[in-house]
């Protein structure tokens, strides 16, 4: 069977950081996803998903939202901060492992039969290098014997692609306290070897083995691409095949958030 997965970082829940509806971005990003028809979505930055008084007495129903029936939500703590699985197939199991700026979310998804894994990662920007890798450590663990697709905002960049520190220092002079600490740290590129290490394959690479497409900066976030960089992923596990990945890049994708959607589209096997 075939399976088109769609990972998308959604700055703030399409919220402005005074906790207004930023409406021009949530239909952008409605559109993007109806014209895709992804079989499941994952969002991270999913805020504002339970709707009490840490919400700011604000709702937001993304299975609704988006036109899934099947939908699972998890917070980061007493912030609105969250994340979301969303899937044409039923979730028969959440689990969110809440540990501050370390959290991530697993869910077993029924695919006519098969479980299949998704952990949702997304480590907090502010954290090292080194305390990113052993994030991933603890989240994804040797010898997965399930079908298995880890997605994400990894804050965390591969080996794989091609990087200036000069001009990723440039790009993020003005949007970040210390530049230079911050590149250097992610130029240490621990994370992706060690993902790929267990086994794990990058579906974009799979695919784009000598291509490089950034999912952020956005139009939205910066015009200036100097600091551009591939930190959304999926991978999944080696018995999945890997038949299309993409980043999405339109007049929608500018203006729906500070990062761009990606999507794989997989076969997995018949037994």
């Known amino acids: ?33 109806r014209l895709e028809d992804p079989d499941i979505l ?16 604000i709702k937001m129903d993304y299975g ?16 609105e901060w969250g994340s979301a699985i969303l899937s044409k197939y039923s979730i028969i199991h959440t689990k969110n492992n809440e540990r501050g700026m370390r959290q991530h979310v697993r869910s077993i998804i029924d695919l006519n ?7 949702i990662a997304h480590p907090h920007p502010d954290l090292s290098e080194e305390e990113k890798l052993t994030y991933f450590k603890e989240l994804v663990l040797p010898g997965h014997k399930a079908l298995y697709i880890l997605a994400g905002d990894f804050n965390a960049i591969s080996d794989q692609d091609n990087y200036n ?7 993020l002079t ?15 590129t621990l994370v992706a070897p060690y993902i790929r290490s267990l086994g794990l394959v990058d ?25 551009a960089m591939r930190m959304d992923f999926i ?4 018995d999945i095949k890997v038949k299309d990945a993409y980043v999405i890049k339109n007049s929608k994708t500018e203006v729906g958030s500070d990062h761009y959607p990606i999507v794989a589209v997989l076969e997995f096997p018949d037994k």
């Open 235 to 238: 991978f999944c596990s080696p």
């Open 64 to 79: 609704k939202l988006f036109s899934f029936p099947n939908y699972t939500y998890a917070r980061r703590g007493d912030y």
């Open 113 to 119: 039969g098969k479980d299949l894994m998704v952990d």
């Open 165 to 171: 520190r000069e001009k990723l220092i440039s790009g």
């Open 174 to 188: 003005g949007h970040e306290k210390n530049p230079e600490k911050l590149v250097d740290s992610m130029l240490k």
């Open 1 to 33: 069977m075939e399976l088109k997965i769609l990972n998308y970082n959604i700055l703030h829940g399409f919220y402005s950081e005074k906790h207004k509806l930023e409406e021009k971005r949530l239909k952008a990003a409605q559109e993007v996803v």
């Open 203 to 227: 579906t974009y690479k799979a695919v784009n083995p000598n291509k490089f497409s950034y999912t952020i900066p956005t139009d939205l976030l910066s015009k200036n691409k100097d600091s």
């Open 42 to 57: 994952v969002l991270t930055e999913a805020c504002y998903g339970i709707g009490d008084k840490r919400d700011y007495d």
